[in-house]
């Protein structure tokens, strides 16, 4: 929601497909959100941007590597930056900028096949929550952008919202997101 606040046009475009998509009812179905790739591709970018684990869980080295001119031995303790590599320039055109159209261009899923893109890690130490992860994100972020609109309270502008994270095992928000709701007619 915070990336959406802050970019009004990328919100107005994933409420609309939201909307379009389910004009007809009043609730929609937990099967129906494959209807909705903007909403896929705003969910990718933000777990881009914002890994709920930064660091992935440490790995064990199991043969000794030469990795861009240093040794690693086999024993050794491994622990690999997904927060660095998710916004690694080298791979990702204008790297910190929210911009889901980027999964228009080019196809990643959330399985770790890419390792540029690995928001619940990659090989055989995988998340093993990802479906409950995602499909739980995407119905309950589809339901709060159907059924609400959504604005800063005290005429805050977008630009102005404090987007500083705390980072630790998890990574969330520094302070609260408080934002005004108001039914959709």
């Known amino acids: 929601m915070s990336e ?16 379009n998509a389910f004009k007809e009812k009043e609730n929609m179905e937990k099967g129906e959100i494959n209807k909705l790739p903007y909403l896929n591709n705003v969910i990718k970018e933000t777990l881009r941007l914002h890994p709920v684990g930064p660091l992935l869980i440490p790995r064990l080295c199991r043969e000794t590597i030469e990795l861009e001119g240093y040794t690693i031995p086999a024993g050794s303790r ?3 930056n997904a927060w660095a590599i998710m916004r690694e320039p080298t791979y990702w055109v204008d790297s910190e900028t ?7 261009e080019v196809e990643f899923d959330f399985k770790g096949s890419k390792f540029e893109y690995i928001p619940f890690g990659g090989g055989r130490r995988i998340c093993p929550g990802i479906t409950f992860a995602i499909t739980g994100i995407e119905y309950w972020l589809s339901q709060l952008l159907f059924h609400f609109d959504w604005e800063l309270p005290e005429g805050k502008r977008p630009e102005e919202l404090d987007m500083k994270e705390i980072f630790g095992l998890t990574v969330s928000r520094k302070n609260d997101l408080l934002l005004l709701a108001t039914p959709h007619k």
Request: cysteine-free; proline content about 8%.
């Open 4 to 19: 959406l606040i802050k970019h009004p046009k990328i919100m107005q475009k994933v409420q609309s497909e939201v909307r």
């Open 78 to 80: 491994i622990i690999i």
């Open 98 to 104: 929210f911009r889901p159209e980027r999964f228009e």
